[in-house]
């Protein structure tokens, strides 16, 4: 399983969650999350081009690649990665099928699998889905402000977990523009732009159709 790929899926599930008109000048975090609950609710599906660096620490290699992803509630997501090689993600709400033409290979895993198997996944979708209990599993601190956007620190209250996400917001459609993702052993930092909200995605362009002479193996 590609642990960058898991990154990005942590940060995207994130980007949902403040999708909308959300933040309120005079509210304190408790009217945030409240708002974020009632705001979410508008948001059927989004598309917006990405591009990651990812950061390991003890040797200061750094991997980049960018893309193009497409996602739709409630856990439907396409992923193009175009740089630094072609290779294509769907995932249809059972199974994850990552493709790479260049190996003419596609290989498809069981989605709850690819969740459980890993604790950041886990934790952030499980952020993402239940709003009343997030100040009971995470710490949320609104670090800084600026005219253009909001900077939050999210970190588990859960000893087992070690890591933090620096969020940034913008003010002006409340959707996620950048994060940067710590575990003391890599840092993993995404820009997210060109947002296009409510596509009206049909569900069949999160399902692989795998061209001829591929070969497809289950795990």
Do not use: C
Not at 137 to 142: F, S
Request: hydrophobic share 40%; glycine share 2%; net charge positive.
């Amino acid at each position: 399983m590609n642990k960058i790929f898991l990154f990005f899926m942590s940060i995207l599930a994130v980007s949902f969650v403040f999708a909308g008109n959300l933040f309120a000048e005079q509210g304190n975090i408790d009217e945030i999350l409240a708002s974020i609950e009632k705001k979410n609710m508008s948001v059927k599906d989004m598309q917006a081009d990405y591009s990651q660096t990812i950061t390991y620490l003890a040797t200061d290699e750094k991997v980049f690649s960018d893309g193009i992803f497409k996602h739709k509630k409630p856990d439907y997501i396409n992923l193009v990665q175009l740089k630094p090689e072609r290779q294509y993600t769907y995932i249809d709400g059972k199974n994850m099928t990552t493709y790479v033409p260049a190996n003419k290979q596609a290989i498809v895993e069981k989605w709850k699998n690819v969740v459980n198997s890993d604790v950041v996944l886990t934790s952030v979708f499980k952020f993402t889905k239940n709003f009343k209990v997030l100040k009971k599993d995470y710490n949320i601190e609104l670090r800084n402000q600026t005219n253009i956007d909001y900077s939050f620190l999210i970190s588990p209250i859960s000893k087992k977990e070690n890591w933090k996400m620096m969020i940034t917001v913008s003010k002006a459609n409340s959707l996620v523009t950048a994060s940067s993702f710590d575990n003391g052993n890599f840092v993993v930092d995404i820009e997210i732009k060109n947002y296009k909200i409510n596509n009206n995605f049909s569900n069949d362009i999160f399902r692989f159709v795998s061209p001829e002479k591929v070969d497809v193996i289950e795990l």
